[in-house]
C-alpha cells in the first residue's frame, strides 16, 4: 500500500541534543512538507521541499534542518538551537496539481 | 496573506442532529479550499477538497461543504452526526504567494458528539 511512514511514533529527547525525524513516501509525490502541531495553534509549516536537492523555510524554520538527497525522503532535524521542542511533528506530501495532500502518522517529540 | 479562520474552538452536537463546523478564507485568487479530520495521535485524514466547479462539494463519510465566494466561507457539514464523528477538524487553502506552495491551516475545531 502507498503512504507516509513517519518513525519513530514517540521520541524523548535530552536538552542540548539533536534529534532526527524520518520521514519516507511512497507515492511517488514531487513535493513532502514538515508541519509542528500545537495545542491551540493549528498546524504551522516549518521546512518544504518541491524537488529533490531543494527545499525553503517555513514559517518557524529557526531550529530545524532538512535535506532531500532522495524523491522519497525528507528527514528532518530538530536541533539544540530549536527553544521548545516539545510537540507533534507531522510530515505531508502532495502531487501536482494539489489534488490532495498526504499526512504521515505524526511523531511526538518529547524533551526530557 | 492568505489565510484561514475556524472562529469555535469547540462545536458540540447530539447523535443524529446536523452538525456545522465554520470555516472562513482570505485568498487572492480563486481559493483551493481543503478540509482534513484528526483523531487522537495520529496525522490528518482528508475529506474534501474544493477547487473550481460545484459550490456543494461532498467527501469522505458522508461529510459535504459548501463553498461560499461572497462571504468567503467553506462550512463543513454533516445531515446527521455520529459519536464516531468526535475529532479534531482543520481548514485549509493552498498559499501559491511568493513562489510558495504550501497549505496553510486553521487552528482547528473540535467536535463533540454526544449520545
Known amino acids: 500500500d502507498g503512504g507516509i511512514t513517519q518513525s519513530p511514533k514517540y521520541l524523548f529527547r535530552k536538552e542540548g541534543q539533536n534529534v532526527t525525524l524520518s520521514c519516507e513516501q511512497n507515492l511517488n509525490h514531487d513535493a513532502m512538507y514538515w508541519y509542528r502541531q500545537d495545542p491551540g495553534q493549528g498546524l504551522r509549516l516549518i521546512y518544504y521541499s518541491q524537488i529533490v536537492n531543494d527545499f525553503q523555510k517555513g514559517d518557524i524554520a529557526e531550529g530545524y534542518s532538512v535535506s532531500r538527497e532522495k524523491k522519497e525522503s525528507f528527514p528532518l532535524t530538530v536541533t539544540s538551537a530549536q527553544k521548545n521542542p516539545t510537540a507533534f511533528y507531522l510530515c505531508?506530501?502532495?502531487?501536482?496539481?494539489?489534488?490532495?495532500?498526504?499526512f504521515g502518522q505524526g511523531t511526538r517529540l518529547t524533551v526530557v | 496573506a492568505q489565510s484561514v479562520a475556524q472562529p469555535e474552538d469547540q462545536v458540540n452536537v447530539a447523535e443524529g442532529n446536523p452538525l456545522t463546523v465554520k470555516c472562513t478564507y482570505s485568498v487572492s485568487g480563486n481559493p483551493y479550499l481543503f478540509w482534513y479530520v484528526q483523531y487522537p495521535n495520529r496525522g490528518l485524514q482528508f475529506l474534501l477538497k474544493?477547487?473550481?466547479?460545484?459550490?456543494l462539494v461532498k467527501g469522505s463519510y458522508g461529510f459535504e461543504a459548501e463553498f461560499n465566494k461572497s462571504q468567503t466561507s467553506f462550512h463543513l457539514k454533516k445531515p446527521s452526526a455520529l459519536v464516531s464523528d468526535s475529532a479534531l477538524y482543520f481548514c485549509?487553502?493552498?498559499?501559491?504567494?511568493?513562489?510558495?506552495?504550501?497549505?496553510?491551516f486553521g487552528t482547528g475545531t473540535r467536535l463533540q458528539v454526544f449520545p
Open positions: 505531508a506530501s502532495t502531487t501536482w496539481g494539489w489534488t490532495e495532500a498526504f
Open positions: 485549509a487553502v493552498r498559499d501559491t504567494s511568493y513562489n510558495t506552495d504550501k497549505l496553510i
Open positions: 474544493y477547487i473550481t466547479g460545484d459550490n
